[in-house]
């Protein structure tokens, strides 16, 4: 089984920045791509940012290129996700997710039924 934990939310200010990351365990661990998703309320969940668990290319929604930056180190199975610049907009509850298998591409990473694993969630909150 894999557990996967995210921390680093919190309440910030617009224009604020803020770290999240997510800790991977479990004997079986083992993913070829890590994604950030994010459900705002009343609003249906949304891809946010991916990493290639082995090659560390990245991929972005429109709506945070440039603002957010997705990282992992694999060493400590663990995920990281750097957002600047935060707006209102952002303010969600953001998961992140593990992908064990199968095609790897910017179209199959934006979509949340090719995850395997989810965290719980960390709440972000985002004041004008």
């Known amino acids: 089984q894999v557990q996967l934990v995210e921390s680093g939310g919190g309440l910030v200010q617009s224009g604020d920045s803020l770290r999240l990351s997510c800790a991977a365990s479990?004997?079986?661990?083992?993913?070829?791509?890590m994604g950030w998703f994010r459900q705002a309320p009343g609003k249906e969940r949304e891809f946010v940012a991916a990493v290639h668990w082995s090659l560390g290319f990245t991929y972005y929604s429109e709506s945070v290129k440039g603002r957010f930056t997705i990282s992992r180190d694999s060493a400590q199975k663990t995920v990281y996700l750097q957002m600047n610049s935060l707006k209102p907009e952002d303010t969600a509850v953001y998961y992140c997710?593990?992908?064990?298998?199968?095609?790897?591409?910017?179209?199959?990473?934006?979509?949340?039924?090719?995850?395997?694993?989810w965290g719980q969630g960390t709440q972000v909150t985002v004041s004008s």
């Open positions: 479990g004997r079986t661990f083992s993913s070829v791509a």
């Open positions: 997710a593990s992908k064990t298998r199968g095609v790897i591409s910017s179209n199959i990473l934006a979509v949340g039924a090719q995850y395997d694993y």
